[in-house]
């Protein structure tokens, strides 16, 4: 069983910075791709942003320019580095992995919270 578990999150000023990362129990290597995602309540998940092994990384446009995701294949890891927090990027981050089998797994989530 496949295991991610995310770290990071926190309570972080508007305009500030956090990084997240998110700790596979395997070879990040071996997942066709790696997301994070966020939820905030009364809304659906949404994808942030993805490493994917065919189409590299891409972003939702809220985020572009902002945050970066990066994998580390050495530790597995896949982190996301995020800039220039606004208030509306307060949310519970979860990580995703999905196989070539199409096999999802997700974390249980880390609360970002951007508040003066």
């Known amino acids: 069983q496949v295991q991610l578990v995310e770290s990071g999150g926190g309570l972080v000023q508007p305009g500030g910075s956090l990084e997240l990362s998110c700790a596979a129990s395997?070879?990040?290597?071996?997942?066709?791709?790696m997301g994070w995602y966020r939820q905030v309540p009364g809304k659906q998940r949404e994808l942030v942003a993805r490493?994917?092994?065919?189409?590299?990384?891409n972003y939702v446009d809220s985020v572009r320019g902002r945050f970066i995701i990066s994998r580390d294949n050495a530790k597995d890891t896949v982190s996301l580095q995020m800039n220039s927090l606004k208030s509306e990027d307060t949310a519970v981050y979860y990580c995703?992995?999905?196989?070539?089998?199409?096999?999802?797994?997700w974390g249980k989530g880390t609360l970002v919270t951007v508040s003066s």
């Open positions: 490493f994917s092994n065919s189409v590299g990384r």
């Open positions: 395997t070879t990040v290597g071996s997942f066709f791709e």
């Open positions: 995703s992995a999905r196989t070539y089998g199409g096999m999802e797994y």
